[in-house]
């Protein structure tokens, strides 16, 4: 890999759930070994259950920039994971925004996952999907460990590395700003 165009020394990202602060540090230690990852509570200014990409890319902008200003770090990064739903029924995703201080911004997506009808129906009665998870698997915040996407691959893929090829993903106008001019 390539030495990124600029030094990072302060990640400030927009929530303090751990999966999520795992997928931030797994990505950024591979690019800057030495920076500095906090996670601040902000506030997403969207739904707690964001019900398309638009509504999960704002609470993930949202969420990038709050972080950015509260500690004055070299990147904000938001994480927002949702729902939406297609000609294949109701679809898991998630989106991440990094930010930098002069407004560049990155965006990148999740891999998708079709719910099943049963936990897609509480989700259209007004359930948040981590509170489902919960109940169905009779643990607490499993948002904050493997997430519903670990109990859906059986742990085959958890929550932190879906979100982490995302977080990549967002980094590459930083990390190849020569692709983005």
């Not at 797994?26 to 070994?33: D, V």
Request: net charge neutral.
């Amino acid at each position: 890999m390539k030495v990124p165009p600029f030094p990072v020394q302060q990640i400030a990202v927009g929530s303090t759930n751990p999966a999520k602060i795992t997928a931030v540090s797994a990505t950024i230690h591979r690019i800057w070994p030495n920076a500095q990852i906090t996670g601040v509570t902000v506030p997403s200014g969207v739904s707690p259950m964001p019900m398309s990409d638009e509504e999960t890319i704002a609470g993930a902008r949202n969420r990038a920039r709050a972080a950015l200003e509260a500690l004055s770090a070299d990147l904000g990064v938001g994480l927002e994971g949702g729902v939406c739903t297609g000609p294949l029924g109701m679809m898991l995703h998630g989106w991440v925004v990094v930010l930098d201080k002069n407004g560049r911004e990155g965006i990148g997506g999740t891999a998708r996952l079709p719910l099943p009808h049963s936990i897609a129906q509480r989700i259209y009665n007004g359930e948040e999907l981590g509170p489902v998870m919960d109940d169905l698997l009779g643990e607490t915040n499993v948002k904050h460990k493997g997430g519903a996407i670990g109990a859906l691959t059986a742990g085959l893929v958890l929550r932190a590395e879906t979100f982490a090829v995302a977080v990549a993903y967002a980094l590459s106008p930083f990390i190849a700003p020569e692709f983005y001019r």
